[in-house]
Structure formats: structure tokens, C-alpha cells
């Protein structure tokens, strides 16, 4: 598979599922805002954008592990990159809703990342099925009244339409591509931004103080509210919930379930490991991360979570970074000196 697909690949697979969870967690933070009137705007708007990697100006320290970052991966083929300056200290809900949901020159934005992942496809036709492609499209095409949506609607119909096309795009997939390289660089892609996105919505519950409420909000964020009653039971405990977002293996959202299917598909990729240990970096990174989780008990993660949360998004960018270094096409800049070309 040529470098030029595969990376347009692994990118329409990390901005799909960008897309979605940016609408989930937008639409359950905005959603406790309106109920919890002894909720302050400004102070969970801060912490929100901060947890997402939007920095603000005169922001109070707080002890999360995601303070003040930006997010810094490189956009794939768009050519794009996300974070940016610094704003206003001063924000509120409308303001995060145009930052993080609206911002169509942000691709960790809901429409950016849409939009980025179009252009991705659009640049790899010959490999995404004809159904993913007029999915995308037609996404991409609806983007302007889904603007409209929010100003008669409000925000909360253009998030549930843009999770309902992000699931019809993801089932597609699962239905129409073969299990070949060009799936597995989609999976692949999509499974590395779930553990970041799951890491920084869990980053929320430390900004929180650890309360059950967030614990409530961070469930419903994952979709997971109704899946974790049943299998807890109804029990609504840091514990569990820690443990069901972070260790579950049947919930496809968990951490761990996307550790070991960012895993299984470099393992695909790299059949052939040699005698001793694995063969890239990246099996080497994601392995490393897995472990770590799988051999920890729920009450020790809830003990360090701060730490375990920090090191997941390092593991999420280090894995990006061995993942283009293996497979995608590495250019140089060119630089012009007295006419010529270096």
C-alpha cells in the first residue's frame, strides 16, 4: 500500500472518531451546565478547554494532567495541525461551543475535523468504499445547515447529528472495507484517538475534585451509562466507574479495549516479529501502555490516577510519532540558498 494512502487512511479513522467524542463530551458538559445552576460557567469552561487543548490567557493553575497543553499531532494529509494561541481568560458556553464545536479552521474542532476528514478521504477514493465516501461527503455538505440546526435548535440537535453520522460512517467501514492494510490503518487510527480522548474526558473527573457527578458525566460522555448500570448493577462507585472505563474488555470505548485494538492491528501489520521481542516501536509503545493498565487494580489506578491519565496522552503521541516514522512518506522542507535548492 502506497505511504500516501495509508496515512490518509489512519487519519480519517482519528478525525471520524475525534469528531464524535468532541460532540459527546461538548454536549454532556454543556447539558450540566444548564442543569446544575451552582455550576460556574467560567471556571468549567476553562477546565473543558484545557482537558480538549486549548490553552487560555490568566487561567488559574489547576492540577490536572493536561494543564495548559495544547494538542500538538500532526494533521495527517490536510496539512493542518491543532491547537493555536492562547485565548481570552474570560469564556463562556457560547464561546467553547464555537471554539470546540464550530471552528472550521480547527481540526480538533467537531466541523474541522469533519471537514479534515473528507479531505483525507478525497485523496484515497480509490481505497474507501463508495458508501464511506458519500457518507463523508454528504457530512461535509450538511455541515452549513447543521449551523443553522444550532441557531434554531440549539447545540444539542447538531451534536446528536453529528454522532449519528459519525456511526453510520463507522459502521460502514466495518461493513464495506476488507480486512486488508488499508482497514487496519483506519482501526488503527481510530483506536489511538479513543484512548486520547478517553484519557482527556477522564482528565475532566480530576479537574472535578472526584465527585460522583462527574463520574455521571464522564459515563454518559462515553455512552456508557446504561451498559455500566447493568453491569454493575446500578452501583455508581469511583471504583467501578474507573474501572469500567479504564480496564473493561467488552466495552469498545475503554481504554484498554482500544490499547488492544490499536495492538491486534499493528501486530497485522508487522506479521513477521522476529525471534525476540516485537518489530516497531509503536507495538513497543502500545504493548508497554497496555500492560501497564492490565496489571493494575482499580483501586491503585483511582490512587494515581492524575499520573496514569498524563501518561496515556504521552503514549497517544509517541504511538503517532513511531506510526508515521514506520509507514508514512517523510519529507524534508526545502530550503532555497542563492537560487538553488538544497
Known sequence: MLSRIAESLYWIGRYVERAEDTARILDVHLHRMLADPWVDEQTACRSLLGVMGVATVDAPATSGPTSGATRTDVA???GAQAGGAPIEAQVS???VVGLLGLDEHNPSSVVGALAAAREN???ARETVSS???ETLNATWHGLPDARRRVEQQG?????RWVRERCSVL???TDATMSRDEGWLFLVLGRSVERVDMTARLLSTHVRAGGSIPSWLTLLRSCGAWETYLRTY???LADRHAAEFLLLDRLFPRSVFAALSSAEACLSELEPDHGRAGVATDAQRIVGRARTNLEFRGADELMADLGSVLASLERTCSQVNDAVSRR???QTSAVLWVSGAVA
Open 170 to 172: 463507522a459502521g460502514l
Open 327 to 329: 509507514y508514512f512518506r
Open 121 to 123: 478521504a478525497r485523496g
Open 131 to 133: 458508501e464511506m465516501w
Open 93 to 95: 458556553a457560547a464561546r
Open 76 to 78: 495527517g494529509a490536510s
Open 233 to 235: 448493577r446500578g452501583s
Open 155 to 159: 447545540v444539542h440537535a447538531f451534536f
